[in-house]
């Protein structure tokens, strides 16, 4: 079978030497493609968290979600880059989508990292989003905006009608 931790130590290692041309989706599918082996690395996460921070603004939507969920997975939390990816992601909250605005809230809410923007910002677009969650991806929400403390009825109405579909038709009389 193929050995990972080799197959990841030379990847790590080339990563470190090719940093400074790293872009924001090199950086969030790295991050990522580490989280699904299961593999940390340290060292190749600090390099990889200050790029990050020099190419803040080049991150979409699917970048942030991806570095943060990575991040959070191994528990790392380098406050002035999720505070900057939190600010950024705040200015660009009409570009996530469904999945990677769940992903983005719960991984902030894991690590403690609870930014107001990035709260008020994203349970904002839950509403333009909500009916394409599934009943899971709306528990997720609803736990990261308990976390947040978002307190928005219309935001916590619309997310909390997508958990318990037969509960609502019960009640509708269906």
């Not at 528990?75 to 705040?90: V, Y």
Request: net charge neutral.
């Amino acid at each position: 079978g193929i050995r990972y931790d080799q197959l990841f130590g030379v990847l790590t290692n080339r990563a470190v030497e090719l940093i400074d041309e790293f872009t924001a989706s090199y950086i969030s599918t790295t991050l990522n493609a580490f989280q699904r082996i299961g593999i940390n690395n340290p060292e190749l996460f600090d390099n990889l968290a200050e790029r990050a921070l020099a190419v803040v603004q080049d991150h979409d939507a699917r970048d942030i979600s991806k570095t943060i969920t990575a991040l959070a997975h191994f528990g790392l939390k380098d406050e002035e880059l999720f505070r900057r990816l939190a600010s950024h992601a705040a200015s660009i909250a009409e570009q996530f989508e469904p999945l990677g605005l769940v992903n983005t809230m719960h991984a902030f809410a894991r690590t403690n990292f609870l930014q107001v923007d990035v709260a008020v910002a994203l349970s904002e677009r839950s509403l333009y989003i909500s009916r394409h969650l599934d009943a899971n991806e709306s528990r997720r929400l609803l736990w990261s905006f308990a976390k947040f403390q978002v307190r928005d009825t219309r935001v916590l109405t619309a997310i909390f009608n997508r958990t318990s579909p037969r509960i609502l038709r019960r009640s509708n009389g269906q």
